[in-house]
Nanobody, 113 residues
Framework: QVQLVESGGGLVQAGGSLRLSCAAS??????MGWYRQAPGKQRELVVM???????SYADSVKGRFTISRDNAKNTVYLQMNSLQLEDTGVYYC?????????WGQGTQVTVSS
């Protein structure tokens, strides 16, 4: 069983920045990334990385969000800059290990005007 623990959400003004962290209990995964879910909307992909390819970002966050990894800490980060009202939602860390999928508990990001 893989555990994902997120942190770093909060309230920020539009144009501001936040950094989310996702600490994993394993260093071995096929894919890892972030999803988000806005109120009344479906969960959507924000960014995904694999062990062998470049990150794949949603068009809405390209140029503003950056995913990075610290392999020594089994941690993935999501740096979010130039935040917009539309970025508000619950952000979930995701990992696929072999054929199994895992989710974090979610962290709230609220962008205010």
């Amino acid at each position: 069983q893989v555990q994902l623990v997120e942190s770093g959400g909060g309230l920020v003004q539009a144009g501001g920045s936040l950094r989310l962290s996702c600490a994993a209990s394993t260093s071995i995964f096929n894919r890892m990334g972030w999803y988000r879910q806005a109120p009344g909307k479906q969960r959507e992909l924000v960014v995904m990385i694999t062990s062998s390819s470049r990150p794949s970002y949603a068009d809405s966050v390209k140029g503003r969000f950056t995913i990075s990894r610290d392999n020594a800490k089994n941690t993935v980060y999501l740096q979010m800059n130039s935040l917009q009202l539309e970025d508000t939602g619950v952000y979930y860390c995701y990992a696929q290990v072999r054929i199994d999928e895992y989710w974090g508990q979610g962290t709230q990001v609220t962008v205010s005007s």
